[in-house]
């Protein structure tokens, strides 16, 4: 097998100024007197022509900033690469057009980078970060590929990308002081179908994340264009607004690139599938297309069949079917109670939560689900839960502080780092390379699994969490998942999660609980069903139905036969 090896520097890790230059001073290469690093701007620069891979550097350097890694098969075919010693990417999906094409992957491996390329936001640059490359340059390197004629088209502008972004957040700084109805045009149907309508006057900044990306969306589809890119459209909406947008992108008739880790909702939306494997922050690479069964089923365990490649050295679990019991012994229970913020109201029927359960919560956006846990934990004047217990909780949105990762966990629990938390959570979740950063300094998704495992290391008596997934990859997701089914069934205590993603709260949870009403006005919260019962009922509000093939849930298409099938005999959720 033909090796390419690549030498990584994460700048962010690198402090010239707290260490002596162990990597230069201890390279085997620089002592034998070849430049084999050298100090650039103060910074070192990794020689990989020159390169032996012993690994010294790696070893020495105090802050583990560097990589140095083998990339099987890789030929040397960089596409695109950022700068001396860093990500590069080793190949792009392929736009069929007319075809409807899913991007699957973890975070960190290159494809937003592959989707600013193919929609012209970046040019290849062949790891030659230093060049520009004209397009007849960049089309004769792709001569005789699937891409070729498209990015001739591209650089002729025969071809129209619409490109819904990933980083939706950015439009609060951009547009700032503007409101929604002087961004978008109004005559399009869906305006009302999204709810923007009842919006135009909010300024971009005062909009929530979810209320953002409908808009974002609701721009890409009143748009006319030729290639649709959809990168990360489910962020921050609920499971009905997920839906709703999925089957709108769905029903569009023209070429869609779709990239998102809610698999229920991928799988549904896209004919293909490439998956994106390679090791985050170093390299990214792109398999064939597959189909989509294909394609989630290879990905979940971990290997390309075609390409017979090992992306992973594990299975992803997903799935532990619906038969959960509630178990036997009740941990605590409720009373029902109202709570009335003037504008919302919010009713809840009694319930109770059974010792090691966990109760998944779902229903939409502004139907009160955070308000519940919060009138549990104690923040109303209501007191539903008669017993003094201890509480931890996980707010839905973090504001990172000023304080390292390490700091905050010795906060929640000195004993941090003792076997139980080491082998259930500190190393499942990869936080301990995440110790000496400040919060302020980590991604969204480092951000979500740090603030998560902090509640979880809080020793109480119940557990309350709202919204892990966001920012998560699916890796993350099982990984956080288990993480929090076995802290709470090995400390023998119970929790209430509160998420959108349908498959990873069939995994989570021990019971649902089902929240329905008129968003933003009014909520009732039902006491926990069986899990099967739950979604079935929740699925049933909406009008969705889903059947499991091999185990994995997959939407029907409305209106279908087993989408009529399944309704008529009131199996929503089969
Ligand atoms: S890579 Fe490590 S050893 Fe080398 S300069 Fe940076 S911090 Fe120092
Ligand atoms: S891996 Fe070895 S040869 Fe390569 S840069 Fe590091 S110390 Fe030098």
Request: aromatic residues 10%; glycine residues 8%; positive net charge.
């Amino acid at each position: 097998m033909i090796q390419m090896r690549i030498a990584i520097i994460d700048r962010t890790k690198c402090k010239p100024n707290k260490c002596n230059y162990e990597c230069y001073n201890f390279c085997p290469l620089n002592r034998a007197g070849k430049k084999c690093i050298e100090i650039i701007d103060g910074k070192p620069v990794i020689d990989e022509s020159i390169c032996i891979g012993c690994g010294l550097c790696v070893k020495k350097c105090p802050f583990k900033a560097i990589k140095i890694i083998n990339v099987p098969e890789a030929k040397g075919e960089v596409v695109f690469q950022y700068g001396p010693n860093s990500f590069r990417l080793f190949s792009l999906p392929i736009v069929k057009m007319g075809k409807s094409i899913g991007i699957l992957g973890p975070n960190g491996i290159g494809k937003t980078t592959a989707i600013k390329i193919l929609s012209g936001q970046l040019k290849p640059n062949f790891g030659d970060y230093n060049k520009e490359y004209s397009w007849e340059e960049i089309i004769e390197k792709f001569k005789g590929t699937e891409l070729q004629n498209y990015f001739e088209l591209l650089s002729k502008g025969q071809i129209k990308v619409i490109h819904k972004i990933q980083e939706i957040q950015k439009l609060r700084e951009v547009f700032k002081g503007k409101t929604v109805r002087e961004l978008i045009k109004l005559d399009n149907p869906l305006l009302k179908e999204f709810g923007l309508d009842k919006i135009l006057d909010r300024k971009i900044e005062n909009l929530s994340g979810g209320e953002l990306q409908k808009l974002l969306i609701y721009a890409s589809l009143s748009k006319e264009g030729d290639v649709y890119i959809f990168d990360e459209p489910t962020n921050f909406l609920d499971i009905r607004e997920r839906l709703r947008v999925a089957l709108k992108i769905k029903a569009l008739n023209k070429t869609k690139i779709v990239i998102d880790h809610d698999l229920l909702i991928l799988d549904y939306i896209v004919e293909l599938i490439h998956i994106a494997y390679g090791q985050k922050a170093a390299y990214g690479k792109f398999s064939q297309p597959k189909g989509n069964n294909t394609a989630i089923n290879e990905y979940l365990k971990g290997y390309l069949k075609s390409e017979n490649i090992r992306i992973r050295d594990f299975e992803l679990y997903f799935l532990e079917g619906t038969e959960k019991e509630r178990g036997k012994t009740i941990y605590l229970e409720w009373k029902p109670f109202t709570i009335d913020l003037g504008n919302f109201k919010l009713e809840a029927e009694k319930g109770e939560v059974y010792k090691k359960e966990i109760i998944g919560i779902v229903g939409p956006n502004g139907i009160g689900k955070t308000t519940f846990i919060r009138a549990l934990k104690g923040d109303f004047d209501v007191k539903p839960i008669e017993k003094k217990i201890t509480i931890s909780y996980k707010p839905q949105y973090i504001e990172p502080k000023e304080v390292t990762v390490r700091k905050l966990f010795e906060q929640m629990n000195p004993n941090y780092r003792n076997e139980f938390y080491d082998s259930l959570l500190i190393r499942p979740l990869e936080l301990y390379e995440l110790f000496d950063h400040d919060l302020t300094t980590l991604s969204g998704g480092e951000l979500q699994k740090v603030i998560t495992a902090a509640a979880l290391l809080k020793e109480a008596d119940l557990y309350l969490i709202d919204e892990p997934t966001a920012f998560l990859d699916i890796e993350e997701r099982v990984r956080i998942a288990r993480a929090i089914r076995n802290i709470i069934k090995e400390k023998g205590k119970a929790a209430f999660v509160i998420d959108h993603d349908l498959m990873f709260m069939e995994y989570i949870s021990d019971s649902i609980m089902v929240f329905e009403g008129e968003p933003s006005k009014y909520g009732k919260a039902n006491k926990p069903l069986p899990i099967k019962e739950g979604l079935n009922l929740f699925l049933k509000n909406m009008g969705i139905t889903i059947r499991k093939v091999n185990g994995r849930p997959r939407i029907n298409e409305p209106g279908s036969r087993l989408d009529r099938e399944q309704k008529a005999q009131g199996l929503y959720y089969y």
